[in-house]
């Protein structure tokens, strides 16, 4: 960690740009860390040292062979592997354990199967905006998502938590430096999180269940899945699929295509036809940028399975989350990182991830015995921190960029300019904040973190 680190003064390390291009790819545990000299062994990979040789591989191989079942024993191997990874999570001194809870599947999954215990009682805590907030929010999502998750709650037997005030200020975004010593990234959620760590400990508890990698194992599915049947040789079958998840499904024509031949598109064509966002570089330095945007999307390949693993590996969860027990020492614990869980789901065949229009099919099954009707079959998704004009307020971001501003270290990652401009920009109407939804939101955010975290650490970095 950086404070063990730049106390060893004779090590004489710098900033390292690579680094901070890394994050903003959303690669949060590249090789390369934020400083100069000092490099980082990735999730699942060893390394060796003899000799005057370095060697590193990845030792987790998974087997990708999908798993020859009836649907019956699908739904089994699914509930018990999630039953699994839940149970061996809830040793806890405190007989309280904490869930986040939403009104997606994942957390849902989490806390449903918490709730089955015998050995713990469970709390639950949901992030929701102010309960006179109107909107705007982009269409097809839910702004309130506590109505939800407390009929969830009473179902599976949670207590429950509504958390509606986390603002973002500087003195936040000090602390989160310190506690995570990594640049936060969704900063918004990561408030919103801050007050349902405190909210936990101050009933006691100590170990708080997420549903961080659901949508990247047990709950993975939808178009993407099409491109493995091509792949395979099966057109009769890629046909049938792609004609249901159009017809009968909510996709457009135009994403059935695209996710089918994605992996054999030229690179060209890739960038200039994959789904467009806000892209998080936005606020790097002109030297950086160039470099980071260009390679910011990953093509994917015709495996969906290779592709979860290196998003997985990539998203470093132990590092994200290790800040909640420095914070407020909570241990954040994800059932859906067990990797007998992960290991389970990359296995399971594409009719299982999308069959006839309905995607996931084998997950619907299966947390049919535990989960709210009304959470699986919600026709809006949950938007967290949907009031974000009441979270990020506009004169303490000028503070915070005030802040930030005079540091030399500072000014050679970020466009302070450019940051200064889109400040001096805010949004007024719905229109323009829906528009710009994806920069203040997001890009904003990290930038104002990354910059607090340089300038935390500057005065420690020769």
């Not at 890394?22 to 949060?28: D, T």
């Not at 429950?160 to 936040?172: A, C, D, M």
Request: glycine content about 8%.
């Amino acid at each position: 960690m950086p404070s063990g680190l730049l106390a060893h003064r004779e090590l004489r390390m710098g900033w390292n740009p690579r680094g901070f291009q890394a994050a903003f790819r959303e690669e949060l545990a590249r090789p390369e860390t934020y400083f100069r000299g000092v490099m980082r062994l990735l999730p699942g990979h060893c390394l060796s040292f003899a000799g005057g040789q370095l060697d590193i591989r990845r030792w987790w191989q998974p087997n990708l062979t999908p798993l020859a079942m009836s649907d019956a024993d699908f739904v089994d191997g699914y509930r018990e592997v999630l039953d699994r990874a839940v149970e061996c999570r809830l040793a806890s001194p405190s007989p309280l354990v904490g869930c986040y809870l939403s009104s997606g599947w994942d957390s849902n999954a989490v806390a449903a199967t918490a709730g089955r215990s015998q050995a713990v009682k469970v709390a639950a805590f949901t992030s929701a905006p102010a309960k006179t907030f109107l909107g705007p929010i982009p269409k097809g999502y839910c702004a309130d998502e506590s109505l939800i998750a407390a009929s969830a709650a009473a179902l599976y037997g949670a207590q429950h938590k509504v958390i509606r005030q986390s603002p973002v200020t500087l003195e936040f975004l000090q602390a989160q430096a310190s506690a995570y010593q990594e640049p936060a990234r969704n900063i918004l959620n990561a408030a919103w999180g801050a007050e349902i760590h405190r909210a936990a400990a101050s009933r006691g508890i100590d170990v708080l269940l997420t549903g961080a990698l659901g949508n990247l194992t047990l709950n993975y599915g939808g178009l993407p899945v099409l491109a493995g049947w091509l792949a395979a040789g099966q057109f009769g079958e890629w046909s049938s699929q792609a004609f249901h998840a159009w017809i009968h499904g909510s996709a457009r024509l135009r994403g059935v295509v695209f996710n089918s031949v994605a992996p054999w598109l030229p690179a060209r064509v890739w960038r200039v036809a994959r789904p467009q966002g806000h892209s998080t570089a936005w606020f790097l330095h002109p030297d950086l940028r160039h470099a980071t945007t260009s390679a910011m999307h990953y093509q994917p390949s015709a495996s969906a399975g290779l592709d979860r693993i290196r998003m997985i590996t990539l998203l470093d969860h132990g590092m994200i989350t290790k800040g909640a027990i420095a914070e407020a020492k909570v241990d954040e614990r994800d059932p859906f990182s067990d990797r007998r869980l992960l290991e389970f789901s990359l296995r399971l065949p594409p009719s299982q991830l999308l069959n006839k229009g309905i995607s996931r099919p084998l997950a619907r099954r299966a947390l049919s015995d535990r989960v709210a009707p009304e959470v699986l079959n919600a026709s809006l998704k949950g938007l967290q921190s949907a009031d974000w004009q009441n979270r990020l307020n506009r004169d303490e971001v000028l503070r915070t960029l005030d802040a930030i501003s005079g540091d030399d270290h500072v000014a050679g990652i970020l466009d302070l300019r450019r940051i200064r401009t889109v400040v001096d920009r805010w949004p007024v109407t719905d229109r323009e904040a829906l528009h710009h939804w994806g920069v203040y939101t997001g890009s904003l955010p990290i930038a104002l973190a990354t910059g607090v975290f340089i300038k935390h650490y500057s005065a420690l970095v020769s």
